[in-house]
């Protein structure tokens, strides 16, 4: 069974940076695509990266250049670093784990965590 725990959230000012990471403490997650959402107040949630289970990754084009999605599978961990970040960018993060990269890209995890919650003040 995967357990998706996220970490790494808070309040930073505009322009600075911030890592998120989501940790599996059920069994290893190697052979999954993970990928991190995230949901503002009002809005539907919305994919901002995806790696498969060979480190191909796709971002959403609106954080393109800033994050950075990466994975260390001994650790069973996924991380989201996060440079030069914008108010836009405030929303409840999530990190889910699925059979295939499309899957995740699409929503259609297997896996999701309880969200850490990301707020850039300006």
């Known amino acids: 069974q995967v357990q998706l725990v996220e970490s790494g959230g808070g309040l930073v000012q505009a322009g600075g940076s911030l890592r998120l990471a989501c940790v599996d403490s059920g069994r290893t997650f190697s052979g999954y695509a993970l990928g991190w959402f995230r949901q503002a107040p009002g809005k539907q949630r919305g994919l901002v990266a995806v790696i498969d289970s060979i480190g191909i990754t796709m971002n959403a084009d609106s954080v393109k250049g800033r994050f950075t999605i990466s994975r260390d599978n001994a650790k069973n961990t996924v991380y989201l670093q996060m440079n030069s970040l914008k108010p836009e960018d405030t929303a409840v993060y999530y990190c889910?784990?699925?059979?295939?990269?499309?899957?995740?890209?699409?929503?259609?995890?297997?896996?999701w965590g309880q969200g850490t919650q990301v707020t850039v003040s300006s």
């Open positions: 889910a784990a699925g059979g295939s990269l499309a899957a995740v890209r699409s929503g259609d995890a297997n896996y």
